[in-house]
């Protein structure tokens, strides 16, 4: 069991893994030396180090073609980054026509060259990752680090850059579609057999991807790397909004929907809310797999009420379950 709060908001190398559960925080450490070390969580402020603010100047200068845009730092396999999913997805329903999402890579694993509070091999990551699943609600099995560990988070990530290039809604789903299979299916797609077979199933050109791969989109990536040192960026995720003004709001970590929100409308206070069908056909058209904690999300449905809202249109053949040790997945059947 979870006894404190914790975040696993994962971080930029060297300071790479600072994404353990803080379960105990010793009496003797004084709060500057928790917020001054960037391995140790702030249970206050829910993140592993805090981003210098001097990065929101350089933000400001971006222009955006809605009023709102969003520059989100993610990677791959940040367990943080799959925990916001939810919040994500339903600002994206109920704002969209006021914000744009501009997704960039923040290289969270190199390879396993070092030893950063207190991981030092995949196998350190298995635990924590069900650790998470359960304080985020999100289905998560810790045991690909045990089984079919990955040597790192840059193929994927760079990947995703080669997505970009042949359509950035695609490359949205990509990333989607990659996350299920290292979170949920324990796939290691740091594999280009596992990255191209996600590439497939979101419709993207698979051989001019890896063109791009091995090609435009390794510098691709390495310009988001140096986009994240500028901005200060050391821990995903992290969210800047920025409005055509210069003035800007940023969310660090994982956080309920209402903070997501309320960055935006402090830019944006004329923004309105979009009223999306919350039918559960309407929900799995527009996203095509869903869990429980994003079904009660979006559909404002209790969360003690989805496991069986969702099994039921399982057993009516509507959706198909994939189940793992730490929750589901739901998923649409689409006919031929």
């Known amino acids: 069991m979870i006894k404190s709060k ?57 222009k955006a073609k809605k009023p709102v845009k969003l520059i989100y730092f993610t990677d791959p396999i940040c367990s943080s980054c799959w925990g916001i999913e939810p919040q994500l997805r339903k600002l994206k329903l109920e704002y969209g026509n006021h914000i744009e999402v501009d997704y960039h890579m923040g290289g969270l694993l190199p390879d396993w060259s070092y030893n950063s509070g207190g991981i030092s091999k995949p196998s350190d990551v298995a635990h924590h990752w069900d650790e998470v699943s359960i304080y985020y609600d999100m289905p998560i099995d810790g045991d690909v680090w045990l089984e079919d560990p990955l040597y790192s988070s840059y193929p994927p990530s760079i990947a995703f850059k080669a997505a970009q290039l042949q359509s950035n809604e695609k490359a949205i789903l990509f990333m989607r579609e990659m996350r299920e299979m290292v979170f949920l299916q324990k796939k290691n797609i740091s594999k280009w057999e596992q990255i191209s077979m996600a590439a497939e199933k ?33 821990g995903f995720p992290t969210l800047f909004f920025l409005n055509g003004e210069g003035k800007t709001e940023v969310v660090y970590g994982s956080k309920p929907y209402t903070l997501y929100e309320n960055s935006l409308l402090k830019l944006f206070p004329q923004a309105e809310k979009s009223v999306y069908n919350q039918d559960w056909k309407a929900l ?39 189940t793992t040790k730490n929750g589901s997945i739901w998923t649409l059947i689409t006919s031929n």
């Not at 971080?11 to 928790?34: E, H, K, R, W």
């Not at 994003?294 to 003690?304: A, D, G, H, K, Q």
């Open 6 to 62: 914790l975040l696993c908001t994962l971080f930029l190398f060297p300071s790479l893994y600072s994404c353990m559960a803080q379960t105990n925080i010793n009496n003797n450490m004084t709060t500057d030396s928790v917020k001054n070390n960037p391995l140790i969580c702030d249970p206050v402020e829910g993140i592993c180090g805090i981003p210098d603010n001097t990065s929101l100047q350089k933000i400001s200068t971006q």
């Open 202 to 234: 979101t419709g993207l050109d698979v051989n001019k991807l890896k063109t791009d791969f091995e090609g435009q989109a390794k510098n691709l990536f390495e310009e988001d790397l140096k986009l994240a040192r500028a901005y200060n960026v050391r």
């Open 284 to 322: 799995f058209t527009n996203y095509h797999s869903l869990t429980a904690k994003e079904f009660s999300e979006l559909s404002n449905t209790p969360r003690v009420k989805c496991e069986n809202v969702l099994d039921e249109l399982v057993v009516k053949g509507y959706l198909k379950k994939h």
